[in-house]
């Protein structure tokens, strides 16, 4: 009967080696918290070198508050130019939004990613937010989390399902940290990336995303809570407390 109970679960069994692979993408996690403080403090460097020509890195700055005039109109294509010299003799792979490649990294590439990409992506990434350019972390995040799991990875005898693991695994650690959403990222990261549900994969990743929430609040410290934004801003109706409210509710769920 336990045979038969065996054959039935097929993957969906767990064996020791599923301990290796989460202590190892514990580690993957933990570095993916540095490097998504990293990727933030990047951003606030470009902002404020080319917005306040001033070097400063521990300063998430808005450019709204720029003196530059309609000179500002330029920055995003200075930026932008710079980017492109970087595509072009760098690395092709910062040129697109960070989840397809990590995709064609899993499918195509057995799951190998290059070294110069967990460099370049960041870098790429982080002057094109900071000089204004109309993205998002979390692509670079994805992508840049995801290479340091991969070479990570590809430093060990492993199967390509394992390394997979190590780089979702930096993936959701990397969204984890930046966001603060550990169960968010492992949901997107299941979703987009793993495309299963098993032990041998899910554990790993839910640990790495775990380990990284954690190490969110001494690195970048507390994420926004939506009610304090809505205070702040002097949204203090009614209307207002119940959208924040049903918005928090329809996540909890």
């Known amino acids: 009967m336990s045979a038969v109970a065996d054959a039935n679960r097929g993957d969906f069994t767990a064996n020791p080696r599923v301990l290796v692979v989460t202590l190892m993408a514990v580690f993957v996690g933990a570095a993916s918290a540095f490097v998504a403080l990293a990727l933030t403090k990047l951003i606030g460097f470009f ?3 080319f917005y306040y020509q001033r070097i400063a890195t521990g300063d998430f700055t808005s450019p709204a508050g720029h003196h530059l005039g309609v000179w500002s109109v330029f920055i995003p294509v ?17 040129r697109g939004h960070g989840i397809p490649e990590a995709l064609e990294a899993i499918l195509i590439g057995r799951s190998r990613m290059e070294a110069r990409v967990a460099v ?15 993205f998002g972390a979390e692509g670079p995040i994805i992508m840049t989390g995801g290479a340091f799991g991969s070479l990570f ?25 930046i966001f603060a959403t550990p169960v968010a990222a492992v949901l997107l990261a299941v979703e987009l990336l793993l495309f ?18 954690a190490l969110r609040v001494p690195l970048m410290g507390v994420a926004a809570d939506p009610l304090d934004v809505v205070a702040r801003v002097g949204g203090t109706g009614g209307r207002d407390w119940g959208l924040v409210l049903s918005a928090r509710a329809g996540c909890g769920l």
């Open 47 to 49: 902002t404020n070198l």
């Open 78 to 94: 200075i930026g932008g130019l710079l980017i492109g010299l970087m595509a072009r003799y760098g690395s092709e792979k910062i």
């Open 120 to 134: 370049l992506k960041p870098l790429s990434s982080a002057l094109s937010i900071g000089t204004g350019g109309p």
């Open 153 to 177: 990875a590809q430093g060990f005898h492993m199967s390509a399902a394992e390394r997979k693991t190590l780089l979702v695994a930096g993936a959701a650690g990397g969204m984890s940290a």
């Open 196 to 213: 299963e549900w098993k032990p041998r994969s899910f554990i790993p990743v839910a640990s790495a995303a775990a380990v990284a929430g």
